[in-house]
């Protein structure tokens, strides 16, 4: 059960996304371009969840 007590501000938020989505019959490509800031003095990382996803590529300031 979730209480509000138990609350805590996420360390990072998303303030922009792009999405550019190509359909074909056998399979979709989506490129995802976020803007991610980092709220506060955190040092935790930055984790990328997905299920049944192939991972390409990742950038980091450029």
């Keep these: 059960?979730?209480?509000r007590h138990n609350y805590r501000a996420p360390?990072?938020?998303i303030?922009?996304?792009?999405?550019?989505f190509e359909?074909?019959?056998?399979?979709t490509?989506?490129?995802a371009i976020?803007?991610?800031k980092c709220q506060g003095d955190t040092e935790a990382a930055l984790v990328l969840d997905s299920e049944e996803l192939t991972l390409v590529s990742v950038q980091v300031d450029g």
């Design 1 to 3: 059960m979730q209480y």
């Design 11 to 13: 360390d990072y938020t």
């Design 15 to 20: 303030t922009d996304i792009d999405l550019d």
């Design 23 to 27: 359909l074909d019959a056998d399979i």
């Design 29 to 31: 490509h989506i490129t």
């Design 34 to 36: 976020s803007k991610i």
